[in-house]
């Protein structure tokens, strides 16, 4: 895969107050966009060539994300007016896109590693991760390595396997999207047709936010894995224990006690 698709065009109205002035895939992460976190990770696959669906507020993406350069990418745009559902998302690029390429959703936080081997996989395939709380997500049914159905949300979920919302398509998956709002309805049409949809199980970094206390627990599970590295000013007597991450243009005064894992400024 060379190519990839974010759907970056909704609002989150779940996670307001915080998306009241900004898109949900622009919430900070340890001090980056969600949107950062998955344009690197796609960056360190070798995947350069990205199309960003933007809808909400969408001038904050284009400030922040640009052209791509300064992430080693190429962004390229394209609006999602109405944000009616991720199918009609993904049908605004229908004649942008090549023969194969991935799908993510901006609002999910992954890495590098999350993808490294599904952005190897053959179309059509649905990346899928095992959680504690599968009915919040879209529960998929697998047998033998193929998903024989994802049920969004279910009150009893027969599985712990979620869909994460990556996908890896060819250009047949614009036969199904005008006929439906959502990808997982895509999909399950597709089955029906015949086609054969292959699931491959993640065990890497994949994080949702639903609700604003899950930004809590999203930064936290990242401050955990921080690199330490120290940029601006540190005045003598200032005191730091753990991991602690401070940024291009950053003054720490003297007399301050930083316990990490932190990450301030830039």
């Known amino acids: 895969m060379k190519q990839a698709v974010i759907l970056a065009a909704g609002e989150g109205q779940r996670l307001r107050p915080f998306t009241v002035s900004r898109p949900k895939a622009m919430l900070?992460?340890?001090?980056?966009?969600?949107?950062?976190?998955?344009?690197?990770?796609?960056?360190?696959?070798?995947?350069?060539?990205?199309?960003?669906?933007?809808?909400?507020?969408k001038e904050q993406v284009y400030d922040y994300m640009g052209s791509g350069e300064q992430f080693g990418v190429k962004i390229t745009y394209v609006t999602q007016e109405r944000q009616l559902g991720t199918a009609h998302a993904l049908s605004r690029v229908r004649g942008m896109v090549e023969e194969e390429f991935l799908v993510l959703s901006g609002d999910n936080l992954i890495e590098a590693n999350t993808i490294?081997?599904?952005?190897?996989?053959?179309?059509?395939?649905?990346?899928?991760?095992?959680?504690?709380?599968?009915?919040?997500?879209?529960?998929?049914?697998?047998?033998?390595?193929?998903?024989?159905?994802?049920?969004?949300?279910?009150?009893?979920?027969?599985?712990?396997?979620?869909?994460?919302?990556i996908y890896a398509f060819n250009r047949d998956i614009f036969k199904f999207t005008e006929a439906v709002l959502d990808i997982p309805d895509v999909l399950n049409n597709m089955i029906v047709e015949g086609y054969a949809i292959k699931a491959l199980e993640t065990v890497?970094?994949?994080?949702?936010?639903?609700?604003p206390w899950d930004i809590i627990n999203l930064n936290n599970a990242i401050l955990q894995n921080i690199e330490g590295g120290l940029g601006g000013t540190i005045e003598d007597g200032v005191s730091m224990k753990g991991k602690v991450m401070v940024g291009a243009e950053t003054v720490i005064r003297a007399g301050c006690c930083i316990y990490g894992p932190v990450v301030i400024g830039a």
């Open 28 to 57: 900070s992460i340890a001090d980056k966009p969600i949107l950062q976190f998955i344009v690197e990770a796609l960056a360190r696959n070798g995947i350069r060539d990205i199309i960003f669906v933007v809808g909400y507020r």
């Open 116 to 165: 490294a081997d599904f952005a190897g996989i053959e179309p059509e395939a649905v990346l899928v991760k095992r959680v504690s709380d599968p009915v919040r997500y879209g529960v998929v049914n697998i047998e033998g390595g193929a998903v024989r159905g994802i049920v969004e949300k279910p009150k009893e979920a027969g599985s712990n396997m979620v869909n994460t919302g």
């Open 204 to 211: 890497g970094t994949w994080l949702d936010i639903v609700y």
